[in-house]
């Protein structure tokens, strides 16, 4: 995001950026065609479209850039039972050049940022930093009743602000359910697993699975063993690989994610509005802890629906034909 710099500029999206890496996307794709490109730019919702290419550079720099904000509203609205945020936070970003795609994913190999704008905050009556205090909270099991084992990476000694560490597995509950053998704890955990991902999956672009997540691996503490690794904690969730999990039983944690994951790769690969060239539009529609993904595409419109509370939640008929479904039924 950085190459060019500019006084006077927060140094994002400059012309010179853009030309650079049109340049070298065309001089390699010369050499290699099959080339993909991705941008390394973590920026506001507002800045990072232009690394995809906008303008007179549409279709002409990078391929894939990471959603990073899909991660952190996923969580939010888990934490929060609410999906207004992310309906808000979601509908800054531009449109995407059909050449390029996002990489979605809920974890990845570095920890969590609360990348909750004040603005967005402000729109949904919360306040920014009292809700990025409260993430980082509940995601570390601190906020009472969270099922989340988490722990807090690069403290802000002013703000008291800080970053969270951990497996996918453990921040949804997933671990803390099957340490202590709580079966009715489980399931939910799973789901909301399940969930997550069905949203990453669901976003469109290309899904991405880090560190075993596809086997709901839990947090790896055993890097506190390793001198080089001790001091930083994301190392939890970058554990050795144990293959062995791959075989293990259909009703075992692994099996059901891996089951899981799989028939959402299924879904995608056979549905044409999961297309990486189909734009998403996030809504919230008739109650606050539902959020819409909808697709619209010449073969079949696609709306995901995903909920965020543990209580049964109501959709009219209605809310889906004016999404353009009208026969409707469950992928």
């Known amino acids: 995001a950085f190459i060019w710099k500019k006084l006077g500029t927060d140094c994002q999206n400059q012309p010179e950026v853009h030309a650079i890496t049109q340049a070298l996307r065309a001089a390699a794709h010369i050499a290699a065609p099959a080339l993909i490109i991705k941008a390394e730019a973590i920026v506001g919702p507002n800045q990072l479209v232009g690394y995809l290419g906008q303008g007179e550079h549409a279709g002409k720099v990078s391929e894939i850039a990471y959603h990073n904000s899909l991660m952190v ?4 609205a888990f934490a929060a039972q609410d ?3 992310m309906e808000i936070a979601l509908s800054r970003f531009g449109t995407v050049p059909t050449t390029a795609a996002w990489g979605t994913y809920i974890r ?10 004040d603005t967005d905050a402000h729109y949904t009556g919360v306040n920014g930093h009292d809700h990025r205090m409260f993430l980082a909270d509940y995601y570390t099991g601190r906020f009472y009743g969270s099922p989340a084992r988490g722990v807090d990476f690069m403290i802000d000694e002013a703000s008291g602000e800080r970053r969270t560490s951990g497996s996918a597995a453990a921040l ?7 340490r202590v053998g709580d079966l009715r704890a489980l399931a939910p955990a799973i789901d909301r697993y399940m969930c997550g991902y ?17 086997l709901g691996l839990t947090n790896d503490y055993s890097y506190q063993e390793v001198p080089e690794h001790a001091d930083d904690n994301r190392w939890m969730h970058r554990p050795q690989m144990p293959w062995d999990l791959t075989k293990a039983p259909a009703d075992s944690v692994a099996g059901r994610v891996l089951a ?3 028939r959402l790769g299924e879904v995608k690969a056979a549905v044409p509005s ?9 809504e919230v529609p008739e109650h606050p802890a539902l959020v819409l993904f909808s697709r619209r595409h010449a073969a079949g419109n696609f709306v995901g629906v995903f909920s965020f509370s543990p209580q049964p939640q109501t959709l009219s008929v209605s809310a889906l034909q004016h ?3 009208n026969r409707v039924f469950d992928l």
């Not at 990845?108 to 704008?117: F, K, N, Q, R, Y």
């Not at 069905?198 to 596809?214: K, R, T």
């Not at 999961?274 to 996030?282: E, I, M, Q, Y």
């Open 323 to 325: 999404r353009g479904i």
């Open 172 to 178: 949804a509950g997933v671990q803390q359910a099957a």
């Open 73 to 76: 509203q996923i969580w939010s």
């Open 274 to 282: 999961l297309h990486s060239a189909v734009g998403t539009k996030v």
């Open 260 to 262: 899981i994951i799989k």
């Open 198 to 214: 069905a949203m990453v999956f669901g976003f469109g672009g290309i899904p991405l699975l880090y560190m075993g997540d596809e």
């Open 83 to 85: 999906a207004r945020l």
């Open 108 to 117: 990845c190999h570095d920890d969590i940022g609360w990348a909750i704008d």
